[in-house]
């Protein structure tokens, strides 16, 4: 089985200047997630995803595969998933290559380690029903919750039916909220192509015991005590 896992790694970052070559315990940030994928006993090709020739350079450096990735792809708008199926395309152009797996592992979660990345690999290939797998943290339950809408009239939007309120012990009427932590996505490559994103249409979570994504400089702060 070809599984193909895709680091992003654009040099524009705005949180964090220059964030994924800057140095997290001796290293380059991205270089954490190119060893976490090489070492991973699933992960059978890794290749970043850059415009950038000082962070090419390093990635190579890190014995990773460098995809060009063209410019209009590496703009502060532009999403992951046309990052992801540029390189499907680049390989399949130029190679004839096409994985049966990709994976997507982001430079800015350098806690996650080849064990985790195996561990919902596990999780993914015993599900038989499941087309993807993603990493998550539990975020409680629906009891009670509200969210509020990010334009200017900041409208509340309710989570769960507050007509028919349900008692706090009702535990069978709450359902369970995650929250994507950014660290793992796997997907079947036919699944990717035909929804053209990182999550399929019948998901499974991987509980992530490392939730941490580096955005801000006091993220960068907080990532360097694990790494003394």
């Given at each position: 089985?070809?599984?193909?896992?895709?680091?992003?790694?654009?040099?524009?970052?705005?949180?964090?200047?220059?964030?994924?070559?800057?140095?997290?315990?001796?290293?380059?940030?991205?270089?954490?997630?190119?060893?976490?994928?090489?070492k991973?006993?699933?992960?059978?090709?890794?290749?970043?995803?850059?415009?950038?020739?000082?962070?090419?350079?390093?990635?190579?450096?890190?014995?990773?595969?460098?995809?060009?990735?063209?410019?209009?792809?590496?703009k502060?708008?532009?999403?992951?998933?046309?990052?992801?199926?540029?390189?499907l395309?680049?390989?399949?152009?130029?190679?004839?290559?096409?994985?049966?797996?990709?994976?997507?592992?982001?430079?800015?979660?350098?806690?996650?380690?080849?064990?985790?990345?195996?561990?919902?690999?596990?999780?993914?290939?015993?599900?038989?029903?499941?087309?993807?797998?993603?990493?998550?943290?539990?975020?409680?339950?629906t009891?009670?919750?509200?969210?509020?809408?990010?334009?200017?009239?900041?409208r509340?939007?309710?989570?769960?039916?507050?007509?028919?309120?349900?008692?706090?012990?009702?535990?069978?009427?709450?359902?369970?909220?995650?929250?994507?932590t950014?660290?793992?996505?796997?997907?079947?490559?036919?699944?990717?192509?035909?929804?053209?994103?990182?999550?399929?249409?019948?998901p499974?979570?991987?509980?992530?015991?490392?939730?941490?994504?580096?955005?801000?400089?006091?993220?960068?702060?907080?990532?360097?005590?694990?790494?003394?």
């Amino acid at each position: 089985m070809e599984i193909l896992s895709i680091i992003p790694a654009r040099g524009g970052s705005k949180g964090v200047k220059r964030k994924n070559i800057k140095l997290l315990g001796g290293i380059p940030l991205v270089a954490h997630t190119i060893n976490a994928s090489i070492k991973s006993k699933y992960i059978t090709r890794t290749c970043v995803s850059t415009e950038d020739v000082e962070i090419k350079n390093i990635c190579l450096s890190y014995n990773a595969e460098v995809v060009d990735r063209p410019v209009e792809l590496a703009k502060d708008e532009t999403k992951t998933s046309p990052v992801m199926l540029d390189v499907l395309k680049q390989l399949r152009d130029k190679e004839n290559y096409m994985p049966d797996v990709v994976v997507l592992l982001q430079a800015t979660c350098p806690l996650r380690t080849e064990t985790h990345i195996d561990e919902a690999f596990e999780l993914f290939f015993k599900d038989k029903n499941c087309d993807s797998i993603f990493a998550a943290i539990e975020a409680g339950t629906t009891h009670a919750t509200w969210r509020m809408s990010p334009d200017e009239n900041h409208r509340l939007e309710c989570m769960y039916d507050y007509r028919n309120r349900p008692r706090r012990q009702d535990n069978h009427l709450h359902f369970k909220r995650f929250v994507e932590t950014g660290s793992i996505y796997i997907i079947r490559t036919d699944v990717m192509l035909k929804v053209k994103d990182f999550i399929g249409e019948n998901p499974i979570i991987y509980k992530d015991p490392t939730f941490l994504d580096i955005d801000t400089e006091a993220d960068f702060e907080k990532a360097q005590k694990y790494f003394v």
